[in-house]
């Protein structure tokens, strides 16, 4: 069970950029645990593109960024390419749950 | 380069057990808690269990928990998850993940493997 809100899918041409919103609540994103985010290719393993809120590791493009703001997250992509359509997750730690939550998943389509 | 391989997955029928196995190299496997996180067949994301470095700290989601025991062995570089009572509802892909920190909530999954494939049916 997802606690974790996102938007089902967000499409945009090349070059364009989108935002996808994670919204939570006073548990988890709202009690100052931190958000991170990670994006799956088609028939791959998830892979961790923001780390902390707003921290790309190494290897992750400047196109990729992330804020958090009370009890919501966003995540942007910049200059949408064609290799960023994939399912992207929000994930933070539930303090009512005691365990790690995932958001509900977006699917990036590129027009 | 960090590399988790997962096993152990298969068909099961309902209420029978399994032992899915995660082999981790290319790190210092008992500096890191680690996770079990669960994919179903089109479906999002959801965490599973986690264990400490020492085992000193185990958590599991409630959809889970009285069925499934998390483990490890550091001496062979591995985690486990043992699966009773399973159900047509764990049918799904899991993922064996590593954290970024030895023990936190406040943590993320650095590392994934490719995942071992859990079909329940009779």
């Known amino acids: 069970q997802s606690v974790l809100t996102q938007p089902p899918s967000v499409s945009g041409a090349p070059g364009q950029r989108v935002t996808i919103s994670c919204t939570g609540s006073?548990?988890?994103?709202?009690?100052?645990?931190?958000v991170h985010w990670y994006q799956q290719l088609p028939g791959t393993a998830p892979k961790l593109l923001i780390y902390r809120n707003s921290n790309r590791p190494s290897g992750v493009p400047d196109r990729f960024s992330g804020s958090k703001s009370g009890t919501s997250a966003s995540l942007a992509i910049t200059g949408l390419q064609a290799e960023d359509e994939a399912d992207y997750y929000c994930?933070?730690?539930?303090?009512?749950?005691?365990?790690?939550?995932f958001g509900t998943g977006t699917k990036v389509t590129v027009l | 380069e960090v590399q988790l391989v997962e096993s152990g997955g298969g068909l099961v029928q309902p209420g029978r057990s399994l032992r899915l196995s995660c082999a981790a190299s290319g790190f210092t496997f008992d500096d890191y808690a680690m996770h079990w996180v669960r994919q179903a067949p089109g479906k999002g994301l959801e965490w599973v269990s986690g264990i400490s470095w020492n085992s000193g700290s185990i958590g599991y989601a409630d959809s889970v928990k009285g069925r499934f025991t998390i483990s490890r062995d550091n001496a062979r570089n591995s985690l486990y998850l043992q699966i009773n009572s399973v159900r047509a509802e764990d049918t799904a892909l899991y993922y064996c993940a590593k954290d970024y920190y030895s023990s936190s909530s406040a943590t993320f999954f650095d590392y994934w493997g490719q995942g071992t494939l859990v079909t329940v049916s009779s």
């Open positions: 006073s548990s988890h994103i709202g009690a100052d645990f931190d």
């Open positions: 994930q933070s730690f539930d303090s009512s749950l005691s365990g790690f939550v």
